[in-house]
């Protein structure tokens, strides 16, 4: 598949994740955390604020913005700072989640702090055992986190 090719399917998705939101975020949420009010407020929030950066993305959309922040559908390669390790994770829609493959849904505590990530940027991640620093040391679309 030539480059172009694969930037128009990578187009596809992230329009159909925008179109997915725009008219099924309510039942989304209603779905998923219906019984956890706090919680849906704060993934609701961010997921404005990720719709606001696929319109972005899709406005002037180059290989190196779709690049430029983990989507859902990314992989991040993530340095853990405390003891100089890394993994990569692949940011996903619920359904397809599979920790054996480090497939994490944007819906999990590491995923949802993970979406949005950019290159070269630390952050600090909120686990049970504590709060850690992770540097982000790519991302990159791999147009795998499907729809539903």
């Known amino acids: 598949m030539n480059h172009s090719a694969l ?3 990578a187009k596809s998705q992230l329009l159909g994740q ?3 939101f725009d008219e099924g975020l309510t039942p989304f949420l209603d779905h ?3 019984d956890h009010p706090q919680q ?4 609701e929030k961010t997921l404005n604020t990720y719709i606001t950066v696929l319109e972005g993305i899709l406005s002037d959309f180059t290989y190196s913005r779709i690049n430029s922040s983990t989507l859902i559908g990314s992989m991040v390669n993530v340095q853990f700072l405390d003891n ?3 993994d990569s994770f692949t940011i996903v829609f619920p359904t397809i989640a599979d920790p054996d493959k480090n497939f994490i849904s944007f819906l999990s505590p590491m995923g949802h702090q993970l979406l949005m990530s950019r290159r070269n940027e ?3 991640l909120k686990t049970p055992s504590g709060v850690i620093s992770v540097r982000v040391e790519d991302t990159l679309f791999y147009n795998s986190g499907h729809i539903k």
């Open 32 to 34: 998923y955390l219906s």
């Open 18 to 20: 925008l179109v997915y």
């Open 7 to 9: 930037l128009e399917e």
């Open 84 to 86: 100089m390790t890394s």
């Open 122 to 124: 630390t952050y600090p």
């Open 40 to 43: 849906r407020y704060i993934i």
